[in-house]
Nanobody, 125 residues
Framework: QVQLVESGGGLVQAGGSLRLSCAASGRSLSSYSFMGWFRQAPGKAHEFVSTISRGGGSTYYEDSVKGRFTISRDNAKNVVYLQMSSLRPEDTARYYC?????????????????WGQGTQVTVSS
């Protein structure tokens, strides 16, 4: 079973950038079909942000983050990244990393069986 630990969150002004990291231990990330990032704002449900396939060849993004966020993975280092640029106040949320071994997990949070504890991102206006 894999353990996921997110880091890199913080407080940033609108227009700024942050890079989130998701470090895995206990099992290689290459074991998982998809590694995803989700977020949850206060009072709201989990929202899909982005996901990346096992080899990194396929990436998917929620419409509001396309062109601003970039997901990547380094299987050798067992880390997944989310580079976030041009941040907006509406990006404020707790960001979670998740792993799925389902071939069609994509945006479906229910198909990701391993989750980290999350890292808080706060964007001030």
């Amino acid at each position: 079973q894999v353990q996921l630990v997110e880091s890199g969150g913080g407080l940033v002004q609108a227009g700024g950038s942050l890079r989130l990291s998701c470090a895995a231990s206990g099992r290689s990330l290459s074991s998982y079909s998809f590694m995803g990032w989700f977020r949850q704002a206060p009072g709201k449900a989990h929202e899909f942000v982005s996901t990346i396939s096992r080899g990194g060849g396929s990436t998917y993004y929620e419409d509001s983050v396309k062109g601003r966020f970039t997901i990547s993975r380094d299987n050798a280092k067992n880390v997944v990244y989310l580079q976030m640029s041009s941040l907006r106040p509406e990006d404020t949320a707790r960001y979670y990393c998740a792993a799925s071994n389902q071939a069609y997990a994509l945006r479906n949070a229910g198909l990701y069986m391993y989750w980290g504890q999350g890292t808080q991102v706060t964007v001030s206006s």
